[in-house]
């Protein structure tokens, strides 16, 4: 299984890192074998969309912009598990998630190029209620854009990031049990 999680926090080592690679460390021990690659969305330039459809013309079917996407659009390909880990900015993802995001218009969809990979969904916020903390607008967004290009939606996690000061994520047992729970099921 190849897993690719793609960070969209400005932070490496924030909170949304955080949850990351608790969700990996408990993904690995579910399947020892998994090949897991990260991308640090915020270390990379990738450029937003032009919207000049070259990826769609018959003879391409590959985006014309020349940045770190080129190398990117093979390991999404290659991947069966596409994990976007974001915080919520705005009540949005971040607007590194968002262009990355809007790049994947370049992959060839309508023919299935994302249909089968799973798509997890982790994300961190300031808000107490994972509803009022603009989680669940990019919960809907994800799962529309999994409908569309028929990839399996079939996790996601939040976790509110100002309830426990004197207990980081990291150590959280509520956060780690929550954690340990959803990856047994990916
Ligand atoms: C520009 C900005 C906008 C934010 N907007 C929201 C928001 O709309 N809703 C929310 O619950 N938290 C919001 N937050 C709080 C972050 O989502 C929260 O602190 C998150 O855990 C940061 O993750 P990180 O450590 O990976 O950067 C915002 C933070 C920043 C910097």
Not at 28 to 47: G, T, W
Request: charged share 20%.
């Amino acid at each position: 299984m190849k897993i690719l999680a793609v960070l969209g926090s400005p932070h490496k080592d924030g909170n949304t890192a955080t949850i990351l690679s608790l969700y990996l460390a408990e993904a690995i021990r579910k399947y020892p074998d998994a090949e897991i690659e990260n991308i640090f969305l915020q270390s990379l330039n990738i450029k937003g969309c032009q919207a000049c459809f070259y990826c769609k013309k018959a003879d391409t079917k590959t985006c014309i912009i020349n940045d770190d996407m080129t190398e990117i659009y093979p390991k999404i390909y290659d991947a069966d598990v596409l994990i976007f880990a974001t915080p919520i900015y705005w009540w949005n993802m971040t607007s590194q998630m968002k262009t990355f995001i809007d790049r994947l218009y370049a992959l060839d969809f309508r023919a299935g190029a994302l249909k089968d990979k799973k798509l997890v969904y982790l994300t961190t916020y300031g808000a107490p209620e994972y509803n009022s903390s603009g989680a669940y607008f990019v919960e809907q967004s994800l799962a529309s854009m999994a409908k569309f290009t028929g990839m399996k939606f079939n996790q996601r996690y939040g976790v509110c990031s100002d309830v426990t000061p004197e207990n980081p994520l990291s150590s959280n047992e509520k956060v780690l049990a929550d954690i340990k729970e959803i990856a047994l099921t990916l």
